[in-house]
């Protein structure tokens, strides 16, 4: 075991001598660390806190507090609309479009949330929708509104390359929605998002896989110019019709990249403060890891085999062994092939697992970042080898938003 991997296992397993397990802990250290890098890395953007990636009020706040962060990312209209009754952000944009009529009706009629909440929108079908719940001249503001801009690589008829978002591909297509906007009552333009998920949330250097590491360079560094020229024309055609607030852009695994490019006034960055185990994957740079989840083990099924109970909190997006937690601490422990990261117990194999007893922690981290959070109510902060405060997850305060 390195000394480094050792030592933070001890000093955990003083942090949390009196815990049982299964809790999940964020090293305050690290989580710092990484939000100063970030910072760093946008060389003077301002960086929007993804509230997807966190879902703890308490470490938004903390991210919030840090010059350089403003406004939230939210990814439902009700949970903008509860972050803002608590005063987290007089910022909040919705990163997805929304079909909640009953949260629609509450952000219409309040003028408070009305000034506060911008939703998405990628066609006139969702301004139709917003119209049939509280029409324009019902609502107690105009409905704030940002454009999805598609930011995937077509570079054939065909090929997409990235996620699967908007229909507003085109600078024509975003010109057309904007004047639609703009000559629509009870609506104001405010912003546009895109997000180059190619480029964000591909991990360039996948470990032991060279050449799908090499494949997803040569897309990058073909699709980010192509996508450089398109916003660029996209801005200025919507600016032709919308006084834009903010042009959001990018993600963790491209907030350097992003910042650089001149049509965008915001960057998009929430994972990395956590240092989930996919960001491990990527060259440009690497957050430390600051979120885990401990879980105990109950038996030995033989000398190579340590199984802890629990253990399969497994991420979302395409069913591979990328979307299973990794275990962590103590060094040299592996996933079983045939069984994997299991609802109720997941052995491990390796050569920590040797040393293992029953009763002692195997400390994970997730594939992703905020989803670690729909598994437990609270998070233990830790600092140092003490935990300076318990805060509550939107699960402990009682809040499922998806």
């Avoid at 305050?28 to 960086?47: C, E, Q, V």
């Avoid at 957050?287 to 030995?300: D, E, G, I, L, T």
């Avoid at 594939?367 to 109510?377: D, I, S, T």
Wanted: aromatic share 6%.
């Amino acid at each position: 075991m390195s000394s480094s991997r050792d030592a933070l296992r001890a000093r955990y397993d003083r942090a949390t001598a009196d815990l049982d397990p299964p809790f999940a802990i964020v090293d305050l250290d690290a989580f710092d660390a990484n939000s100063a890098a970030m910072l760093g890395r946008a060389a003077g953007k301002p960086l929007r806190v993804p509230s997807k990636s966190v879902r703890v009020r308490a470490l938004i706040d903390r991210a919030l507090a840090q010059p350089g962060w403003r406004g939230v990312m939210a990814y439902t209209l009700p949970e903008a609309i509860w972050l803002a009754g608590q005063g987290t952000s007089g910022d909040i944009l919705v990163a997805y479009p929304t079909a909640d009529r009953a949260a629609l009706h509450r952000l219409a009629t309040d003028e408070k949330l009305a000034a506060t909440v911008t939703v998405m929108v990628d066609s006139t079908a969702q301004l139709d929708l917003i119209d049939a719940v509280v029409p324009a001249s019902e609502r107690a503001g105009a409905v704030r509104v940002c454009i999805d801009l598609d930011g995937s690589w077509r570079p054939a008829r065909g090929v997409h390359i990235g996620v699967r978002r908007s229909p507003v591909h085109s600078a024509r297509q975003a010109g057309e929605l904007a004047a639609a906007i703009a000559g629509r009552a009870g609506f104001r333009l405010v912003g546009l998002m895109c997000y180059e998920a190619q480029i964000a949330g591909l991990g360039d250097a996948p470990p032991g896989r060279p050449v799908r590491g090499a494949l997803i360079r040569a897309i990058q560094s073909r699709s980010f110019p192509e996508l450089l020229a398109r916003r660029a024309a996209v801005v200025a055609e919507v600016r032709r019709h919308a006084d834009l607030e903010f042009v959001n852009g990018g993600g963790t695994g491209s907030v350097q990249a992003t910042a650089q490019d001149p049509a965008v006034t915001e960057v998009a960055a929430g994972s990395g403060l956590f240092g989930p185990w996919l960001f491990d994957g990527y060259r440009r740079w690497r957050p430390q890891p600051a979120a885990f989840f401990a879980m105990s083990v109950v038996r030995r099924p033989d000398a190579r085999v340590a199984t802890v109970l629990g253990g399969g909190w497994i991420a979302s997006g395409e069913t591979s062994p990328t979307r299973q937690p990794l275990p962590w601490l103590p060094e040299g422990l592996e996933l079983i092939g045939t069984e994997g990261a299991g609802e109720v117990q997941t052995p491990l194999v390796g050569p920590g697992a040797a040393g293992l007893r029953l009763g002692d922690r195997v400390y994970f981290r997730h594939a992703k970042a905020g989803e670690l959070c729909e598994h437990v109510n609270e998070v233990h902060l830790v600092s140092g080898d003490t935990i300076v405060d318990v805060v509550p997850t939107y699960r402990g305060e009682g809040k499922v938003f998806l």
